[in-house]
């Protein structure tokens, strides 16, 4: 594999908001394919997602009130343990950096539902996590119908299929209050870079990994079938989940 330069390095403009620079600008030469700014940015979003969304989908499974919670964060924790997995397998091949916490922002989500019980914590639940999951759906498809990496567009596929998947699910626990999240989704808070990018990984620790649950039915993507069997692996063996 044939990287152009040291243009990877941890980004500065990452979680929820924007890229910074030019977004298709070719920040690398790979194997499979010219890698731009926004592939990258993309790939680390969808790892600081699963980073917040995981521990999420465990705080439902413990505090939900409803089957359709419950049902819902069983969806957020399986789908995101085969997210992480495919992310974790072409970050080193494409020589990006992963973060090991989200941003302080999805932090905040985490501790505001931790805070919350009964029917509270099931509104906000749905709501926050359809808002969030409404944002990236966008994104997903831009860089599905743009992207000229290999390893990014197969990413993109399954966070595609995940992400409706989520939307869905939130949706089915009648709980959505489809004014209030439409206007959340489409008008953001304007908040620092600072909590908006998830912080570098600390140097020396394991990965992060997330884990999929005994019953999981969502899977990676067979990466070694795309790369042609020249993957690296997926990192680290595991270490406690975040959350």
């Not at 030469?29 to 600081?48: I, N, Y």
Request: charged share 20%; proline share 10%.
């Amino acid at each position: 594999m044939a990287l152009t330069l040291a243009a990877l390095a941890y980004p500065g403009m990452l979680g929820l908001s924007k890229v910074s620079g030019a977004p298709d600008r070719v920040i690398a030469s790979t194997q499979w394919g010219p890698l731009t700014e926004q592939d990258r940015d993309f790939v680390v979003k969808v790892r600081a997602a699963g980073l917040w969304e995981y521990p999420v989908g465990q705080l439902g499974l413990r505090k939900g009130g409803s089957p359709a919670v419950i049902t819902a964060s069983r969806h957020l924790v399986d789908g995101h343990a085969a997210l992480d997995t495919t992310c974790r397998k072409i970050a080193p091949m494409l020589d990006i950096t992963l973060p090991d916490e989200a941003s302080p922002q999805q932090r905040g989500f985490v501790r505001q539902l931790d805070g919350e019980s009964g029917r509270q914590f099931d509104t906000d639940f749905a709501n926050i996590l359809r808002m969030t999951h409404g944002s990236i759906f966008n994104t997903v498809a831009k860089i599905r119908s743009t992207t000229k990496n290999s390893l990014v567009r197969a990413l993109a596929d399954q966070a595609n299929d995940t992400v409706l998947d989520h939307i869905s699910v939130m949706e089915r626990t009648g709980l959505v209050d489809f004014d209030r999240t439409l206007f959340q989704q489409t008008t953001p808070p304007k908040l620092p870079d600072s909590d908006l990018t998830p912080p570098p990984p600390a140097a020396g620790r394991p990965q992060v990994v997330l884990t999929p649950p005994p019953s999981a039915t969502s899977t990676p993507v067979d990466i070694d079938g795309i790369a042609g069997g020249t993957t690296t692996g997926a990192g680290p063996g595991p270490a406690p989940p975040a959350g």
